[in-house]
């Protein structure tokens, strides 16, 4: 398990590999200041995943989720299914599922309400 804080001390992200899995738990804010930290973490998390193991994104102790975040998360959607890997997004508070809803991206990322649920197999979308 990896624990790595942004710059700005804005951002935690927890790397935890549930083999064939990778969980990042993110706690903080996304946004600008903070992204190219998420991004190089996510980086990192679909390397060390094995496919078709997924790479789970916790967003439930998110406080703020930017623009910027849903851009990454579009990105990083495209990266994980050109190495077959899929994204699952973990999102259970209105700080982020809002943001999603309104871009759109509900539709098509999987979102979860929990890590247990992203981490099942077959399991359910929320």
Not at 29 to 55: I, K, M, N, R, Y
Not at 69 to 80: E, F, H, K, P, Q
Not at 87 to 113: C, E, H
Request: net charge negative.
């Amino acid at each position: 398990m990896s624990v790595r804080t942004s710059a700005d001390g804005l951002l935690t992200v927890r790397r935890e590999t549930r083999a064939p899995a990778v969980v990042l738990h993110v706690t903080g804010e996304v946004d600008f200041s903070s992204l190219g930290h998420l991004q190089e973490e996510f980086s990192t998390a679909v390397l060390a995943a094995s496919p078709p193991g997924p790479v789970v994104l916790d967003l439930e102790e998110v406080g703020f989720f930017g623009w910027c975040g849903l851009t990454m998360l579009v990105n990083s959607d495209d990266r994980c299914t050109r190495n077959h890997t899929p994204l699952r997004v973990v999102a259970a508070s209105a700080t982020v599922l809002q943001p999603l809803k309104l871009a759109g991206l509900d539709r098509v990322l999987p979102i979860y309400p929990d890590v247990g649920s992203a981490l099942a197999e077959n399991a359910p979308v929320a």
